[in-house]
């Protein structure tokens, strides 16, 4: 019997794009591979007529299976939504904007075949606003902890089926996909790969999006931010400490031999000010793990599938 190979591709408004997609660039990959083949679109909640397209297109194809959710979810909770619902001994991950090199797959496979857990897609020298923030978010992720996260690595990623049934054993609501694949600590292996441009549209991930979503990754998968924030109130503490006793030493046990003048006003507003700033921002701090937390505590599904709109999936949800 053959192995199956299940690919994982979230939508969201790719009405333009997502036929060219799969007939131009994905369903011929595939349709060269050794291996039976699931693919699983999932629609994020899509307000255009992506979800029709698919069905007019390819709705008597038994290898292509939609997941249509209730709602706009968020690309995490589709790629989830899609994880939870592949049956294949490797599962792929790739968007379906065309930006993924899907002529990679193969050589990802063929590393999987040589025993590789996971084999994630490394964006290679790109300049674009975007990569450059992946950059940005990956150092920033490093910083706080996480040492196994990699510059440029990318959703698109290949899973062996042992990892897809751990991934799918977390609850969590704020999740990051990428995240959480790294917190699993099975080791990876790399491809380089070369992004392309989108086949049509605009990329739906705004900046306030990816800045979200970067908050949303470091308070779910690190402890460090809490942590600084100690260290800080330790160093201001012993700066402020010091400070004070220059100031009483110079200026009214010595009798201001600096000529610093600095009255006991001005100095304390100074001091002042810098705490109720740092006071403000730990608790901002505070505050999102709480607001996390308060999410979690509610325990409801992660999302809703719309089975009228779906098709050959298991309709589970989670």
């Given at each position: 019997?053959k192995k199956v190979i299940s690919v994982v591709v979230p939508m969201f408004n790719e009405a333009d794009g997502i036929i060219g997609f799969l ?30 397209k698919v069905v007019e297109k390819y709705g008597d194809n038994e290898e292509i299976k939609l997941i249509a959710l209730a709602r706009n979810f968020g690309k995490e909770i589709a790629l ?239």
């Amino acid at each position: 019997m053959k192995k199956v190979i299940s690919v994982v591709v979230p939508m969201f408004n790719e009405a333009d794009g997502i036929i060219g997609f799969l007939s131009k660039q994905l369903i011929p990959v595939l349709s060269g591979l050794k291996y039976d083949i699931e693919i699983i679109l999932v629609d994020d909640g899509s307000v255009d007529k992506t979800v029709e397209k698919v069905v007019e297109k390819y709705g008597d194809n038994e290898e292509i299976k939609l997941i249509a959710l209730a709602r706009n979810f968020g690309k995490e909770i589709a790629l989830t939504a899609g994880l939870n619902n592949t049956i294949g001994d490797a599962v792929i991950m790739i968007d379906a904007d065309g930006q993924h090199p899907a002529e990679m797959i193969p050589k990802m496979i063929e590393k999987w075949e040589h025993s590789a857990y996971i084999v994630t897609a490394v964006r290679g020298e790109n300049t674009t606003k975007h990569k450059i923030g992946s950059k940005i978010y990956y150092k920033a992720m490093k910083m706080c902890g996480n040492k196994n996260m990699v510059v440029g690595a990318m959703d698109y990623r290949l899973l062996d089926r042992s990892v897809v049934d751990e991934f799918n054993k977390m609850p969590e609501h704020n999740r990051l996909t990428r995240g959480l694949v790294d917190w699993l600590g099975y080791p990876q292996e790399y491809v380089k790969v070369h992004t392309k441009s989108r086949m049509s549209g605009k990329p739906t991930y705004s900046h306030k999006k990816l800045i979200m979503l970067t908050i949303d990754g470091l308070a779910s998968t690190s402890r460090t931010p809490l942590i600084i924030f100690g260290y800080i109130g330790v160093g201001i503490m012993v700066v402020s400490l010091i400070l004070g006793l220059f100031i009483l030493i110079q200026q009214y046990i010595l009798g201001d031999p600096l000529k610093l003048d600095w009255s006991g006003a001005v100095a304390m507003s100074v001091f002042i000010a810098f705490l109720v700033g740092l006071v403000l921002v730990s608790q901002a701090i505070t505050a999102l793990y709480i607001s996390q937390i308060h999410v979690e505590a509610k325990g409801r599904p992660l999302y809703i599938i719309d089975k009228r709109k779906s098709k050959g999936i298991k309709n589970e949800e989670k």
